[in-house]
């Protein structure tokens, strides 16, 4: 199994040169290898509005949503399976500040066995998934997170963040 640690906050402002930036900042990814990588990310003017999450043992397959031009752009990454679908809703304001789950084998597959997200409201949505395993963290201090990328072939099998400055959302 890979190895992971528990990662400490992401303060987006250390990472950044200059808060004029306006390119996300990459973070991770934690897992395994999979045979197709994905990288979803919304135009720098949109934002979060939706996350769908699709589980059974493990993470299947998610789908992140945005609003770009006041039309609402999907974007999927994962694998057919899933049992059980999960969805929220980000209100006006409120944004993903940190991601946490585990990692562990199923079927001959390091992947993402459980998922959860927490927003600067301090609302959580999951622990979605029915896995165990090596547990993974990444908050972000003053930024928000503005997409997800990784790896999958049957399940989610590598999961990382990209980041944006808040002073850059303006």
């Known amino acids: 199994m890979a190895e992971v640690s528990l990662t400490s906050a992401v303060d987006v402002n250390e990472l950044c040169k200059s808060s004029e930036q306006n390119i996300p900042l990459k973070v991770g990814p934690w897992g395994g290898s999979g045979d197709t990588s994905f990288d979803i990310i919304g135009p720098p003017t949109s934002q979060i509005t939706k996350i769908l999450v699709k589980t059974g043992a493990v993470v299947d397959s998610l789908v992140i949503s ?17 049992v059980e679908t999960h969805e929220f809703e980000l209100g006006r304001g409120e944004y993903i500040n940190k991601i946490f789950g585990s990692i562990s084998d199923y079927n001959g597959e390091t992947c993402i066995s459980q998922l959860g997200f927490k927003t600067n409201l301090g609302k959580q949505h999951g622990l979605y998934g029915k896995g165990c395993g090596k547990e993974f963290t990444v908050p972000v201090v003053n930024g928000r997170i503005v997409g997800l990328f990784g790896q999958y072939t049957n399940y989610i099998n590598a999961i990382g963040v990209s980041a944006l400055l808040l002073s850059s959302l303006n």
């Open 66 to 82: 945005y609003v770009v031009d006041w039309e609402v752009q999907s974007y999927r990454a994962g694998g057919t399976g899933g």
